[in-house]
């Protein structure tokens, strides 16, 4: 029990400077914050705490605000500066709106106006400490990731990224289901793999299934089984793909071009862990976390009815959107750098940009996002041949001249859509299964589409 015990204190234990320009307020503190358990070091003036809390690690930095020159502002700025993980708790008697305000604007923690209790000092401190903790296994844990995983091929310095990435380390570790939203093209499946690279079911499967490229009834049968003659030609009982994930990760891509029939299959499986196979009246139990991901804005698919409510707040649990390459510009130069990279050793070859390139290509809106620019490049590096890439190799034409008026992706693959939708019926006179068959989609994808486009078309058969 004792050295339980004494664990127990070592655990909440923090590194804390006491800066005040009044003796008696600084020993006071100090021994409050010392009778907690903290080690404690003084600073009298801001000078020296600015020396201190630069060169030194401390958890968790106390200060008054009326310091003299420099105040305690400028230890706050100072601090925030060498230690970004520390965390500053500001102490005014003269505390007003502004400047708490502008104490939390430039990176305090909290702040604590004159005169305090001594329990309102310790539970600051003990929260201040218990955000440092987190910051560091945070930090910690990013650096294992990219290491682990490879965080090299999510390419990206921007604070979208950055803030998506944090998200990311933090949820990892849970089992709790993940929606991934964002445009085609920006990696929704990259942050699916990285989720589970870095969970606790990283040595389990892995197995992702494309919902929009597989028809309604071979979907179901390969992802829930059959049992033995549940249809012409299941001679055999077989389970599907839920069970074969069995303790890993399944990642739905696409997920909003499913049907209600299979929405309804799949929500059972969430809440009560367990799959029936087709024509089978026996259920199985499964150990599945769930991934799933949509270009599609889901709130409306369920406002429209064409995606059920249960099942959007069932995956909706942790959401992740990724940004389109437009909201993020300043990442285009190192995607481009890592896909030349990539591409140059593939090919043995050591292309380069020309002067002048690289500034059209970060002016363009990619409406293609990541997998645009891949393609791109490993088209102008093959051209290149080991030269010089020009604005010809990876931009032919005018094809790639940003549009004057703005389109959305969503506009511009709703218009694609409808032109491929069109061409198929004309071509099938007007059957909608010999369309379907003909764009590789299930008759009744191919009737939503043409609802939610406006399609017009000709007999069901």
């Known amino acids: 029990m004792v050295a339980a015990n004494g664990a127990e204190s070592l655990e909440r234990k923090a590194r804390v400077l006491v800066v005040d320009d009044q003796r008696n307020m600084r020993t006071t503190l100090s021994m409050l914050l010392k009778g907690a358990g903290h080690d404690v070091d003084q600073a009298e003036n801001g000078t020296q705490a600015c020396e201190m809390g630069v060169g030194e690690a401390y958890d968790v930095v106390l200060t008054d605000l009326r310091l003299g020159e420099p105040d305690g502002m400028a230890v706050l700025k100072a601090v925030k500066e060498g230690q970004p993980s520390c965390e500053v708790i500001v102490m005014t008697a003269y505390g007003t709106i502004e400047s708490a305000v502008e104490a939390m604007r430039l990176g305090a923690f909290d702040c604590l106006q004159k005169p305090f209790s001594e329990q309102e000092l310790l539970v600051k401190i003990e929260k201040a400490r218990e955000s440092r903790k987190l910051r560091s296994q945070v930090e910690a844990f990013a650096q294992e990731f990219r290491e682990k995983y490879g965080f090299e091929n999510i390419v990206g310095r921007s604070a979208a990224v950055k803030d998506l990435l944090t998200r990311v380390v933090r949820i990892a570790p849970t089992d709790v289901t993940a929606l991934i939203t964002g445009e085609s093209g920006t990696g929704k499946e990259l942050i699916a793999r990285a989720i589970h690279a870095n969970s606790r079911r990283a040595e389990r499967p892995f197995i992702t299934v494309n919902c929009a490229a597989i028809t309604e009834t071979l979907l179901e049968s390969e992802l829930f089984g059959h049992a033995k003659g549940a249809f012409t030609g299941a001679s055999t009982a077989r389970k599907g793909l839920l069970e074969d994930a069995e303790g890993g990760t399944f990642f739905f891509d696409e997920i909003a071009e499913t049907t209600p029939a299979f929405q309804a299959k799949l929500l059972r499986t969430l809440q009560e862990g367990e799959v029936r196979r087709v024509g089978d009246n026996r259920a199985f139990k499964v150990d599945i976390r769930v991934i799933a991901a ?75 996002n990541v997998r645009e620019i891949e393609n791109l490049v490993e088209q102008a590096v093959a051209l290149a041949g080991g030269g010089q890439i020009n604005l010809d190799d990876i931009m032919p034409g005018a094809e790639m001249v940003t549009p004057p008026e703005k389109r959305t992706l969503a506009g511009i693959v709703d218009q694609a859509e409808r032109l491929a939708l069109e061409e198929a019926l004309s071509t099938a006179g007007g059957n909608r299964e010999r369309a379907a068959e003909t764009l590789g989609i299930s008759p009744t994808t191919l009737w939503r589409k043409m609802t939610r486009l406006k399609v017009k078309g000709g007999p069901r058969a």
Do not use: C, H, W
């Open 294 to 368: 949509t270009n599609v804005d889901l709130a409306q698919a369920v406002e429209e009815k064409r995606f059920r409510e249960d099942l959007y707040y069932r995956l909706n649990v942790a959401r992740f959107r990724v940004p389109p390459l437009r909201e993020r510009r300043e990442d285009i130069p190192l995607l481009i750098d890592f896909f030349l990279q990539k591409y140059n050793q593939k090919m043995n070859t050591q292309s380069q940009l020309q002067p002048g390139v690289l500034d059209r290509l970060i002016s363009y809106d990619f409406p293609g």
